[in-house]
């Protein structure tokens, strides 16, 4: 996970495999919804090469794309909380990977921002900050 986080603020990039159907999803072995059923586990690749490396069975047909980090951490993961699902970190050819809860996804990115102080700009919110903030709120929240 670490090394996820570290790639991709330092890049700016998060990459995804699509499709016609969509993009690549598992389910998680770990966590289940209400029903029983696993829960959906979309999956992001911190570089190409490891993307490419995923590229086998079920998702042979996929694409590579990449989307912005800020685009990523404002709107993707935050939807990911809504629709809860988790994140799938560097998912190999076995569709193996981390599994992780987008809220804390959220925190560790806005840790390394924060850590590296790298030149990043924001589209929604008005700071690391707020997101932070907002993030804690949440992940409170749903402890309750």
């Not at 790639?7 to 072995?29: M, N, P, R």
């Not at 988790?86 to 076995?94: A, M, P």
Request: glycine share 4%; aromatic share 12%; charged share 30%.
């Amino acid at each position: 996970m670490n090394q996820f986080i570290k790639e991709i603020c330092q890049d700016q990039k998060v990459y995804l495999l699509t499709s016609d159907q969509g993009f690549a999803i598992s389910y998680s072995e770990e966590f289940e919804y209400e029903d029983g059923s696993n829960l959906e586990v979309i999956c992001f690749w911190s570089n190409a090469d490891l993307a490419e490396k995923a590229k086998q069975n079920q998702w042979k047909n996929h694409k590579i794309d990449s989307i912005d980090l800020n685009t990523f951490l404002e709107e993707w993961l935050f939807g990911m909380i809504e629709e809860v699902s988790l994140v799938g970190i560097n998912f190999d050819e076995t569709s193996k990977g981390e599994e992780e809860s987008p809220l804390d996804t959220i925190l560790m990115i806005v840790h390394e921002l924060r850590r590296t102080n790298l030149d990043f700009k924001l589209n929604h919110f008005k700071s690391l900050d707020e997101i932070h903030q907002v993030t804690l709120e949440l992940k409170e929240s749903f402890n309750q």
